[in-house]
């Protein structure tokens, strides 16, 4: 008999075996989570009010899209767990109603934004709004995605603590990178290097989101590392943003918010950024110390 370490999330096992028929579905709920994406990134650049006989445009990122896409690209991400790790029967329901929200709140949106057009109050022969196509693509692109949630097939099993644990890292790193996506255009605004760094960051948390829960083995070590080094730099330099101040953002100097020093003051949308910064630092630290592999008596 011999003693070999085999990893813990890729030990292969009869219990994590699809089921009959899950490549197909599997091919069919990737690209129906494919097309989610694209149609969410359309329906947020697209214009859902357009004002002054359009001439003036307002996007979805700029009013609920922001919100949405970060629940479709958690949505996605709690599909690919789901598929390739197992726990179907807590994250699919999550999946399915996170999908199903989507769809209603852009039906939801469509329909108060309809109403503002019919009735757009004293001003409106001045601003005289029309709505946009935006959100009612954002309603397909919730509609796919929920087609894929429910087709998804789910690796049998249980998905286990440290997958669990993934799946809050990831919904962290999506909540700060899209609200540093949703804050780019504000901040280029303000300097195109502040601008710049949102974008950076934003795209970053997004892609260590994605390898949070995709990554493996030893890949999987690099990138919780790589998490940490990053927020961490982030968590820094957004302190002394507010505290001391970074010389090309006096644009957030007359801004609303907590005022702790003599920097930019902290809004919600800062503040939600920092507290799932740091709450991605810890639970990433915690998987990089935590023992992933095990004995398997026996194992070939």
């Known amino acids: ?111 108060r934004i309809s109403e503002f057009v019919r009735s757009p ?34 690796a049998r099993g249980r998905l286990g603590t440290g997958g669990a644990l ?27 290097v502040l601008g710049l760094g949102f974008l950076a960051a934003g795209v970053a948390q997004v892609t260590f989101a994605g390898l949070a829960v995709g990554a493996s083995g030893r890949a999987e070590s690099l990138v919780t590392f790589a998490i940490v080094v990053v927020n961490v730099a982030l968590i820094v330099l957004y302190a002394y943003a507010v505290v001391i101040g970074l010389p090309f953002e006096s644009g957030h100097a007359d801004e609303g918010g907590w005022r702790i020093g003599a920097g930019e003051p902290v809004d919600l949308r800062g503040g939600l950024d920092f507290i799932a910064e740091v709450a991605a630092v810890v639970i990433a630290a915690v998987l990089a110390l935590s023992p992933r592999r095990r004995s398997v008596p026996g194992a070939i």
């Open 166 to 192: 993934r799946v809050a890292l990831a919904v962290l790193l999506l909540a700060a990178g899209v609200i540093h996506l949703v804050l780019t255009p504000e901040h280029l605004g303000v300097s195109p």
């Open 1 to 111: 008999m011999s003693i070999h370490v085999i990893p813990r999330d890729i030990a292969p096992t009869a219990a994590s075996v699809p089921s009959r028929g899950a490549p197909s579905r599997g091919r069919v709920a990737l690209l129906l989570c494919i097309a989610a994406v694209a149609l969410m990134l359309a329906g947020g650049f697209l214009p859902w009010v357009s004002v002054y006989r359009g001439l003036t445009a307002v996007g979805g990122f700029a009013l609920d899209g922001g919100f949405l896409a970060f629940v479709v690209l958690v949505v996605v991400a709690l599909v690919f767990v789901l598929s390739r790790h197992g726990g179907g029967r807590i994250l699919r329901p999550i999946a399915v109603v996170g999908a199903g929200a989507v769809v209603a709140d852009s039906l939801y949106s469509a329909w």
């Open 121 to 154: 109050g004293p001003a409106g022969a001045l601003i005289e709004p029309t709505i946009g196509p935006g959100p009612v693509v954002f309603g397909v692109a919730g509609a796919a995605l929920l087609a894929g949630a429910v087709l998804a097939p789910a």
